[in-house]
């Protein structure tokens, strides 16, 4: 396959991601178990399909993930700055913890488990579960410490409900949060991430949007055990994924091709665990190039999840 992934500005940063972004939680082991050699194989891979950006989490596996990505990275080999690193902070398996105190000491411990010297963007992870307003006044300013050090080059924050996203960007100075990272918000059957763009680009905000598979619900397999969906979102995904097969296709890739579509995104991070997803994965993205469109399936799945049509789930302190 040739090596056209196409790349997109992320905001103001400079960076530019490949639209297909590689969501290493599935490397901490959480959609299953994976081998070192396969997380290797499947890294090696994604370069070589020219995806450049990666990211983790000290939360996905209780660090794992980290240290399974480090690890394939320097498998791998490419040179630091041909590739882009976004981990998180404030959110562990033990809890969380969005103090200026953990989260600078927090970088320390993903650095040395990623085995680098600096990530490219470090994101508040999940912060509708602190208090919003200590994410402002205290963690953004720790973490803008840690850009003046060299540790970090971008601030992000990350989270479910969309309203987070207002909330802190209308309190901090402009350009102090460089990206935000929305998950399960943009796909076949949800599209409510589209309609804070025009706020987002507003604000000079690079916007990534993660698991375009709904964590799943979107995949021939089905989602993992604790999945948060409802029975009923659930049971129409099963469907709709159903109806695909029946036709020959697959729901995946339908669904990656659908959130590929909106360049307005910087990269549909998706998780990954093998060579064939990723070969998959970038297959889907080739089509969009090519214009390769499913428009007739497409209509009657999105008349099957009509019914849960942009249907989330309960997430955050209430
Ligand atoms: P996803 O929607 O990307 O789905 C991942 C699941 O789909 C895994 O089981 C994976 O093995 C499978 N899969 C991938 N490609 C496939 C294909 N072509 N065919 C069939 N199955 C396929 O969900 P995700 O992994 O949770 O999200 C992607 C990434 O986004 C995460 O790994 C993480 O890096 C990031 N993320 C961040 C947050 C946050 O910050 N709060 C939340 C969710 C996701």
Not at 147 to 154: D, L, V
Request: glycine fraction near 8%; include cysteine.
């Amino acid at each position: 396959m040739e090596k056209t992934l196409e790349l997109r500005s992320l905001g103001n940063t400079g960076l530019k991601l490949s639209c297909v972004g590689f969501g290493a939680s599935p490397l901490g082991s959480v959609f299953g178990p994976v081998s070192d050699e396969e997380a290797i194989a499947t890294v090696r891979e994604a370069f070589r399909l020219g995806i450049n950006f990666f990211d983790t989490s000290p939360y996905y596996g209780g660090t794992l993930s980290e240290k399974v990505l480090g690890k394939s990275l320097k498998a791998v080999g490419v040179p630091r700055d041909q590739f882009i690193v976004s981990t998180k902070c404030g959110r562990y398996k033990d809890g969380f913890d969005f103090s200026a105190t953990r989260v600078t000491q927090s970088i320390d411990e993903s650095l040395e488990r990623l085995q680098l010297d600096y990530v490219d963007i470090l994101q508040c992870h999940d912060i509708e579960f602190g208090s919003l307003d200590q994410i402002i006044n205290e963690t953004i300013p720790a973490l803008q410490k840690l850009k003046e050090k060299g540790k970090i080059r971008f601030i992000g924050i990350t989270g479910l409900p969309l309203g987070i996203f207002n909330y802190v960007l209308d309190r901090v100075p402009l350009g102090t949060i460089d990206v935000i990272l929305s998950y399960c918000h943009y796909g076949i059957n949800d599209t409510t991430l589209e309609d804070l763009l025009p706020y987002l680009k507003s604000k000079g905000v690079g916007v990534i949007s993660a698991s375009p598979l709904s964590m799943g619900l979107l995949t021939e397999n089905g989602p993992p055990d604790w999945h948060p969906a409802s029975s009923e979102l659930k049971a129409a995904c099963r469907k709709a994924a159903d109806f695909c097969k029946e036709k020959g296709k697959d729901i995946s890739k339908l669904a990656m091709k659908y959130s590929l579509c909106n360049k307005d995104f910087s990269s549909i991070l998706v998780g990954m665990k093998s060579v064939q997803q990723v070969q998959d994965n970038v297959a889907a993205a080739m089509e969009v190039v090519k214009g390769e469109k499913d428009e007739e399936v497409l209509v009657e799945i999105e008349e099957i999840l009509k019914p849960v049509k942009n249907q989330t789930w309960p997430s955050g302190i209430q």
